[in-house]
């Protein structure tokens, strides 16, 4: 399966980021640049669907830290909206993720606390 990243602006501050497939290095990979370029921007408010990521390893969670971590440098927000995928949701749990960047299973709730 290819990962594939797609990106939808719900309003001029909001943007909504669906990740499907695999975030493990060849994964991370095939959507490293886009990652980047939809996530990094200035004041923008994002929420990152992992609910289709079917395996997360150590480097796509670096990717999202990293992409995290410019947005906010740059004024912007960034949340997790995990759905009911349990195997992403424990591994960044498991990692401390979830202390950094807020994650949520309800779709409303990450979006109103990216918007917040």
């Given at each position: 399966?290819?990962?594939?990243?797609?990106?939808?602006?719900?309003?001029?501050?909001?943007?909504?980021?669906?990740?499907?497939?695999?975030?493990?290095?060849?994964?991370?990979?095939?959507?490293?640049?886009?990652?980047?370029?939809?996530?990094?921007?200035?004041?923008?408010?994002?929420?990152?669907?992992?609910?289709?990521?079917?395996?997360?390893?150590s480097i796509g969670i670096r990717s999202i830290v990293t992409n995290a971590k410019a947005l906010q440098a740059r004024g912007g927000k960034m949340v997790l909206f995990v759905g009911d995928n349990m195997a992403v949701a424990?591994?960044?749990?498991?990692?401390?993720?979830?202390?950094?960047?807020?994650?949520?299973?309800?779709?409303?709730?990450?979006?109103?606390?990216?918007?917040?």
């Amino acid at each position: 399966m290819i990962t594939e990243i797609n990106s939808t602006d719900v309003s001029e501050n909001f943007r909504r980021l669906v990740i499907i497939g695999r975030l493990d290095i060849a994964g991370n990979d095939a959507i490293a640049l886009k990652f980047a370029a939809f996530a990094v921007s200035n004041g923008k408010r994002v929420l990152v669907d992992l609910t289709a990521v079917s395996f997360l390893a150590s480097i796509g969670i670096r990717s999202i830290v990293t992409n995290a971590k410019a947005l906010q440098a740059r004024g912007g927000k960034m949340v997790l909206f995990v759905g009911d995928n349990m195997a992403v949701a424990n591994t960044l749990k498991t990692t401390g993720i979830d202390s950094l960047i807020p994650m949520f299973a309800e779709e409303a709730d990450a979006t109103s606390a990216a918007i917040a």
